[in-house]
């Protein structure tokens, strides 16, 4: 059974970094990607970036240079750091793992609302 | 980016209804397209991945298919465990995009 979890500070001012890291459990670890991905009312389903189990990542050019996601192989978790917040950045942000075989994501952390307010 | 764009934006149907939510990418994305569920406050949940393959457990009303760069979920036999808002999102290229999503209402 796949469980995946993640943590992370919630509330945050602007200017501030946002650190969030996810554990994916119980699937065979080079068989997927960890994507993370937020969720706003003003802009839908937004994905941020991924990251494979050897550490190759690709991300969303709107983040510019401020998105960074890490791993940890020994643990099976995955970070997220977003620089610079803004207003902007409020958002519920999930991790969610993409199996290779199917291209798709199907197991999906409950999400961690983030305020960025001062 | 491949910009993702569903129609309606949402609906209200009966139950027992077919009710069909369209999803149109600005260039080919040849299959790699996936429907996803999302209830409120919960986690969106993969229906369909790769145009037309049922995910694990889905009930088997769901169906999706493809015609070029133009793709179709439908629900046969609407229910009531069936609404919510759905999304589509390619995976075809990164950045990886979603639809706007269609809210479905079950009257």
């Known amino acids: 059974q796949v469980l995946v979890q993640q943590w992370g500070a919630g509330l945050l001012k602007p200017s501030q970094t946002l650190s969030l890291t996810c554990s994916i459990s119980?699937?065979?670890?080079?068989?997927?990607?960890c994507s993370w991905i937020r969720q706003s009312p003003g802009k839908g389903l937004e994905w941020i970036g991924e990251i494979s189990h050897s550490g190759s990542t690709n991300y969303n050019p709107s983040l510019g240079s401020r998105v960074s996601i890490s791993v940890d192989m020994s643990k099976s978790q995955f970070s997220l750091t977003l620089t610079s917040l803004t207003a902007a950045d409020t958002a519920v942000y999930y991790c969610?793992?993409?199996?290779?075989?199917?291209?798709?994501?199907?197991?999906w952390s409950p999400g961690t609302p983030v305020i960025v307010s001062s | 980016d491949i910009q993702m764009t569903q129609s309606p934006s949402s609906l209200s149907a009966s139950v027992g209804d077919r009710v069909t939510i369209t999803c149109r990418a600005s260039?080919?994305?040849?299959?790699?397209l996936n429907w996803y569920l999302q209830k409120p406050g919960q986690a969106p949940k993969v229906l369909i991945f790769s145009t037309s393959n049922l995910q694990s457990g889905v009930p088997r009303r769901f169906s999706a298919s493809r015609s070029g760069t133009v793709f179709t979920l439908t629900i046969s036999g609407l229910q009531p465990e069936d609404s919510g808002t759905y999304y589509c999102?390619?995976?075809?290229?990164?950045?990886?995009?979603f639809g706007q999503g269609t809210k479905v209402e079950v009257k």
């Open positions: 119980g699937g065979s670890f080079g068989s997927y990607y």
């Open positions: 260039e080919s994305v040849r299959v790699y």
């Open positions: 969610a793992r993409e199996l290779l075989a199917d291209n798709a994501f199907d197991y």
């Open positions: 999102q390619q995976s075809y290229s990164t950045p990886k995009t």
